[in-house]
């Protein structure tokens, strides 16, 4: 057993929806996550530009004597983690395995559908992992570069986001997939809309819970979890403003931001 906090980090908001999950089935476990706000989009940056932002996010989580690390980001994910990871001692898992496996074992007709930033899309990694998984499955890929601004300003529903939804979609839909992964962890935040334009048939596949659930497996398997009776606590560090993170990161969370904000130059590191 080991009761030494949890690293988690995106280039902004969406990793949250990894922490709201990391709380509800480690509820025990101490939590650091910071949120590159001030370096938001990875979506768009160069995979170098994405490795040294990556690295410089990892070293600023070590220097809290962490004992795991999720890159709740599908950007990062995919275009850094592969590497990067042999760099650390600290054991480092992303979004992009967890969320191919959970994809795997949910599509029925081998069609699966991904969703995410260009940086993601471009690098290829998705469809590389689900195909080492089910080397028989077609992968169909669409960059969706709105939809995190849409959900960072609240546009999470409405007939704007409706139509730009159906716009990404159209391919996917049309290719019949029967799964589909959110590959970036804002995308959760427009379920209803993407359920509303695909279908309930469609299996969506939630990245960052994906992560979470993956995480505990593996602590579990390399005795990481913590012994604590107590709930966790969680500490949340941004590069820019810390004024709209706790109105912003309320909603990705689902619930009230009761944990300390605090701004760090991650420059510095």
Known sequence: MDNRPIGIFDSGLGGLTCVKEVMKIMPNEDIIYFGDTGRVPYGTRSRDTVIKYVKQDINFLETFDIKYIIIACGTASSA???FIEEEYATRISGVLYPAARGAVRATKNKKIGVIGTSGTVKSGKYIEAIHELLPDAQVFQKACPLFVPLVEN???????TRLIAEEYLKELRDAEVDT???GCTHY???TDVIREI???G???IDSGAAAADFAREDMERLGLLSDKNEKGTAKFFVSDSTENFSELGSMFLQKEIDGDVSFTDIEKY
């Open 80 to 82: 850094a983690l592969p």
């Open 202 to 204: 469609v299996a969506l």
């Open 188 to 190: 959760p935040l427009l």
């Open 198 to 200: 695909v279908g309930e």
């Open 154 to 160: 609240g546009m999470t529903e409405g007939e704007a």
């Open 180 to 182: 589909i992964i959110l």
